[in-house]
């Protein structure tokens, strides 16, 4: 059964980094059918796709264009695990962060348990 | 404004069949991309309902079916049951947005 852990802090100053990190078991970072995610939900914006990482032969990592700039996501094989980065955040990144698998045609079939994150100072 | 657009909420009794519906264009459903739809129960994490349109992750009841026409999907519950009461989503790639798009979300009571 594959189980994804989260954690980072909930709250962040205005303008600093926010940073998480999803430890994987039952999986594996490397896998060669697997990508992983990160995905935010708050009132404002809905369910909000950030990015992913996944491993084909090499490392890929993808982000969504209104992030570009901002967020980096990056694997971590020696602790089966993957972290985002997300920097110069404002109030209006106040969000619940989930990490989420998914193994084919973009569909997450298992979820972290989701992380509050408030940006204030 | 979500790429994909869901009724904020439906309501209907215990047994009855309610459907949900999911209207994108032609970057995304139109385009032929996986249609998914997913369960948010309160305070959980969103949980795979439906998945490529039709198909049901183990252990999630046949009560719960998807469809897909032209640019739209929808999900049905048949045999409403209190326990459905949740947030469902719907979620497909949009070649616009060079990723993914989530519908806004329909709140599902059940009377």
């Known amino acids: 059964q594959v189980q994804l852990r989260q954690s980072g802090p909930g709250l962040v100053k205005p303008s600093q980094t926010l940073s998480l990190t999803c430890a994987i078991s039952g999986d594996s970072v490397s896998s060669n059918s697997a990508a992983w995610n990160w995905i935010r939900q708050s009132p404002s914006r809905g369910l909000e796709w950030l990015g992913r990482t996944y491993y084909r032969s090499k490392w890929y990592s993808d982000y969504a264009v209104s992030m570009k700039g901002r967020i980096t996501i990056n694997p971590d094989t020696s602790k089966n695990q993957f972290s985002l980065q997300l920097n110069s955040v404002t109030r209006e990144d106040t969000a619940l962060f989930y990490c989420?698998?998914?193994?084919?045609?973009?569909?997450?079939?298992?979820w972290g348990q989701g992380t509050l994150v408030t940006v204030s100072s | 404004q979500s790429v994909l657009t869901q009724p904020p909420s439906v309501s209907g009794a215990p047994g009855q069949r309610v459907t949900i519906s999911c209207t994108g264009s032609?970057?995304?459903?139109?385009?032929?991309?996986?249609v998914h739809w997913y369960q948010r129960l309160p305070g959980t994490a969103p949980k795979l309902l439906i998945y490529g349109t039709n198909n049901r992750p183990s252990g999630v009841p046949d009560r719960f079916s998807g469809s897909r026409s032209g640019t739209s999907a929808s999900l049905a519950i048949t045999g409403l049951q209190a326990e459905d009461e949740a947030d469902y989503y719907c979620q497909s790639y949009d070649s616009s947005l060079n990723g993914l798009a989530f519908g806004g979300g329909t709140k599902l009571t059940v009377l």
């Open positions: 032609s970057s995304n459903i139109g385009a032929g991309f996986g």
């Open positions: 989420a698998r998914y193994t084919s045609d973009w569909a997450f079939d298992y």
